[in-house]
């Protein structure tokens, strides 16, 4: 599976859009992309996944680049509930998911 | 909405003791995970389960380590002789057998070894 890499942490303000990047530039082309999250060691969340086009679903939107290098997800209305740890995953079918330290987001009132 | 539950929450345990965690999957999954977390510390994979067999296990997943699916619902972890390094918080999971796959995560057993 594709190694992917995410900057350790960000800030956003409650209300506003948060746009989490990821690079994954040895993706193959049957590699999905997933994120998930982990709030304050709860056992992780999967947000949504996808393959090459943009995505969106009740919880969030998922931007990939034409090449698929790197995407980007997108909370849309950040809320202090968002607050957590989000991970970028690269993975082609099912089976075991390889979490990195993932960006930690914090959410400001 | 289904959920994947573990209990106990929290076991407290003696270096050496055998202990088992129990998942309850949902109902419909397919395939089975645990994961674990020490404090701090990243989400490490440790094995995979599907069709009553282990599919894939990480180099954690030891002879100390084994798994089981008792019965139609019950999917169980179990370390046969705890040392102190085991203490860590342990996830299962489960996903059914269609596309994408996502992994439902449980809330989690915290397991401390004294």
């Known amino acids: 599976d594709a190694k992917t890499t995410q900057p350790p942490s960000m800030d956003c303000a409650e209300g506003r859009a948060a746009n989490l990047p990821c690079n994954h530039s040895?993706?193959?082309?049957?590699?999905?992309v997933y994120w998930y999250r982990q709030i304050h060691s709860q056992g992780p969340q999967y947000i949504i996944h996808g393959l090459k086009n943009n995505e969106t679903n009740e919880m969030a939107s998922l931007i990939i680049t034409e090449d698929r290098k790197s995407s980007t997800l997108i909370l849309p209305h950040a809320t202090l509930r968002d607050t957590a740890v989000y991970y970028c995953?690269?993975?082609?079918?099912?089976?075991?998911?390889?979490f990195g330290a993932g960006t930690q987001v914090v959410v400001t009132p | 909405e289904p959920e994947v539950t573990q209990t106990p929450s929290h076991q407290v345990t003696q270096m050496g003791q055998e202990v088992i965690l129990r998942c309850v999957p949902i109902?419909?999954?397919?395939?089975f995970y645990w994961y674990r977390q020490i404090l701090g510390q990243k989400v490490e994979f440790l094995v995979s389960?599907?069709?009553?067999?282990?599919?894939?296990k990480s180099e954690i997943f030891d002879d100390q380590f084994s798994v089981e699916r008792p019965d139609g619902s019950n999917f169980t972890l179990k370390i046969r002789s705890t040392k102190l390094e085991d203490s860590a918080m342990y996830f299962c999971?489960?996903?059914?057998?269609?596309?994408?796959?996502?992994?439902?995560f449980g809330p989690g057993t915290r397991l401390t070894v004294t």
């Open positions: 389960f599907y069709n009553n067999e282990i599919s894939e």
């Open positions: 995953i690269a993975l082609d079918s099912w089976g075991k998911l390889q």
């Open positions: 040895t993706i193959s082309g049957n590699e999905y």
């Open positions: 109902s419909n999954h397919l395939y």
């Open positions: 999971a489960s996903s059914g057998d269609n596309f994408p796959y996502e992994q439902y």
